[in-house]
């Protein structure tokens, strides 16, 4: 196939359908990683087209929503300063903090800005020497290599102004997080394909063997989606647990070997914490000894302060696929994109909001 329509044909997928439920013989539990993918199932109905027999859950793969509320407060408390200029992607300006979001702090008369990439922001910095810039470093290893080649352009013009308040996370310790959990239902993945065309897929396999699942690299279509899940219930119904690739399109196993030179030259990796699940050992993205004087939290000594979150919010379950949206009493009621009190509502890649836009506005049980 070449064209994108292609990834979307009803026909092809109606005989995908049919594969699936007939090579599926008992009930499996899949997760796919990747908020892309999540919006996918649920925009084209994949979730309730599939035999019964076959549960998706949606994993912790929206970088909107696992930014830690101390890391939206800290941007909170950037951008409230004065001779500042806080740059951010339009996704997390609605993210709540424990008091606020930085829409909130815009419209209070704060210079926020929303950039398209981070090589926007060390322009905006070579624009305004006189003030202070920082980008909101957050994301997988898909945004780190970008960020990582901004901070290497800002050294090299020796910018003095600019700086990153870093929250990057990684894929492969937060599979192994949710596979290590005592209440771990998961039986196979569908590994995210843009992640993959960065790192390529060799990181997967001791995960496949160390856990017995097996985890297919997939892309973002329609047809991806359902080929991803095809290979996945064919090994599962083998007892297979190896890495495949359906993505080959864009992915190989080695994946970007000159987008990963410019993560090890940037960064060193480090423990970090997941928005409503907590600490995730070696999961995170910090910046280099040598390069720290582009780390926003040293710059400014950022400590940290007191963080709340909603009671009601269950994303962190919700992201961990022990939950589903349909399942928080706030959903469609107290919580919606316009009012929403958790990230999964508000990002374009979070769960909730998924529901939210393509099933119901209300609480819907999925029974
Ligand atoms: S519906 Fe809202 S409150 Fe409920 S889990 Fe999702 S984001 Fe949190």
């Not at 996945?232 to 080695?254: F, H, M, P, S």
């Amino acid at each position: 196939m070449k064209y994108l329509d292609e990834y979307r044909n009803p026909r092809l997928a109606s005989k995908m359908l049919e594969r699936i439920a007939e090579k599926t013989s008992r009930r499996w539990t899949i997760m796919e990683i990747c908020g892309g993918q999540t919006h996918t199932i649920i925009r084209s109905g994949i979730d309730r087209l599939l035999p019964d027999k076959i549960t998706i859950l949606h994993g912790p793969g929206c970088p909107v929503c696992v930014t830690p509320v101390h890391i939206v407060d800290k941007a909170l408390e950037l951008a409230s300063q004065p001779n500042l200029i806080f740059c951010t992607f339009g996704d997390m300006m609605r993210v709540p903090g424990s008091t606020a979001d930085l829409l909130s702090v815009k419209a209070s008369g704060s210079d926020i800005r929303i950039v398209y990439s981070p090589l926007d922001a060390v322009q905006i910095a070579r624009d305004n020497r006189q003030k202070e810039i920082v980008f909101f470093a957050v994301g997988f290893e898909t945004t780190a290599p970008a960020n990582g080649m901004a901070v290497l352009q800002a050294y090299e013009e020796n910018l003095e102004n600019f700086s990153l308040l870093v929250s990057q996370v990684l894929v492969p310790p937060a599979i192994e997080a949710i596979l290590s959990a005592p209440e771990n239902r998961v039986n196979g993945f569908l590994a995210a394909g843009h992640v993959c065309t960065v790192m390529g897929y060799h990181e997967y396999m001791p995960l496949a063997e160390k856990f017995r699942v097996p985890i297919v690299v997939t892309g973002f279509e329609p047809l991806d989606i359902l080929q991803g899940i095809e290979m996945l219930i064919a090994q599962l119904e083998k007892g297979t647990c190896r890495v495949e690739n359906q993505y080959r399109r864009a992915v190989t196993e080695d994946g970007n070997l000159h987008a990963q030179r410019v993560l090890s030259e940037l960064f060193d990796v480090t423990d970090r914490i997941w928005r409503g699940i907590g600490m995730i050992p070696r999961s995170g993205l910090t910046l280099k000894e040598k390069y720290r004087r582009f780390d926003a939290e040293v710059r400014f000594g950022l400590g940290d302060g007191v963080v709340s979150e909603s009671s009601e919010c269950v994303s962190g379950l919700i992201l961990q696929g022990a939950r589903n949206p349909f399942d928080c009493p706030a959903f469609g009621i107290r919580c919606t994109p316009e009012k929403p009190l958790g990230a999964t509502m508000v990002s374009s890649e979070g769960a909730c909001a998924a529901y939210y836009r393509y099933r119901a506005k209300t609480l819907e049980r999925t029974g």
